[in-house]
């Protein structure tokens, strides 16, 4: 069960709500944004072993309470469910709700049965202004997170996301598909990340929203 009444009083502090779907095994983005004492952070991750090891940086990092960890996985789902999860072997940060094809076929090593919940589900109960930035890393789920917002993703200034793992994962969205829904919710692309070691692929993208009063570029994170 979520607190949302530890949440609440934090946003009600003053601080920047930002939010990171698919945290990995070592949280490398809310990581670094903690070290603003400005922001607060919801982490959400639905890996067990990724989501332990989350629990335990916190810990060691005694920045706990700026940052609300969920373990959960992220879709566009209009109740929560139990869903399908795959574990890769070798590096758990390319675990998916999407069945693993191509270069991850033969890395599954366990499939979990994890909670699945939208993000309106979540933000329908947190008392906020404005969302400073949504990161997701879900591997090839990312347009079903921003499609479970519904509204809640006009309040974001900034969206950091994977852009098409539709080569890799079953029913992954692709690029264009992601371009094109947010563009109609309102965001432009400003940055497309090319990662040399895949090949040059264009694998993440930052979207600004397009009605914000926010600076022309997000802050720092890290990208694949």
Known sequence: ?????IINKKIASG?????????SFNMPNSIQWLNDPNVY?????????????????LETLHTGDRCYLIEAAVSNVSEPREQDF?????????????????????????????ETISLASILDNIKYERIDVLKTDTQGNDLNVMKSAGDHLKNVDFIYAEYD?????????TGPELDEYLE???FECYDRIY??????KLVDCEYRNVNSTADNAGPRWNSN
């Open 1 to 5: 069960m979520i607190d949302y009444d």
């Open 15 to 23: 601080l920047k709500l930002r939010i990171d779907v698919g945290l």
């Open 41 to 57: 952070v919801i982490g959400i991750e639905p890996h067990p072993g990724n989501f332990e090891s989350c629990c335990s940086n």
């Open 86 to 114: 795959y574990g890769l072997s070798g590096d758990a940060g390319t675990s998916s709700l999407c069945k693993p094809t191509g270069r991850f076929k033969d890395r599954v090593d366990r499939v979990y049965t994890v």
């Open 165 to 173: 793992e539709s080569d890799d994962y079953e029913n992954a969205n």
């Open 184 to 186: 109609k919710m309102g």
């Open 195 to 200: 990662v040399a070691e895949r090949d040059g």
